[in-house]
């Protein structure tokens, strides 16, 4: 999330593993169009870094044409760089 440091971030991990959780997902934030994180003041105010990848599974051929989905992901911002994102 926007202003969640490495360090809050495991912190998070270390309380969900203590207090007995199942399972854990640990995932990238995706930008979804018209979403309030996706939007110019958003990327501006958290200095929103991103990548674009593909989305697994989401290709085909369709009526001969062949498409390919991709989707926009957040890989760094003003409190997490790139480098500890990559940790996760």
Known sequence: MP???AESHRETLR???DVG???I????TILLPGSELESDDSRRRF?????FRLT???YG???????????????????MSEEETDEF
């Open 56 to 58: 697994q599974g989401a």
């Open 47 to 51: 200095s929103i870094k991103t990548k």
């Open 3 to 5: 202003l969640e440091s």
């Open 61 to 79: 051929a369709y009526d001969g044409i062949k498409a390919i989905e991709c989707e926009e992901i957040v890989v760094a911002t003003s409190a």
């Open 25 to 28: 997902g640990v995932g990238n």
């Open 21 to 23: 959780f199942d399972f």
């Open 15 to 17: 309380k969900c593993f």
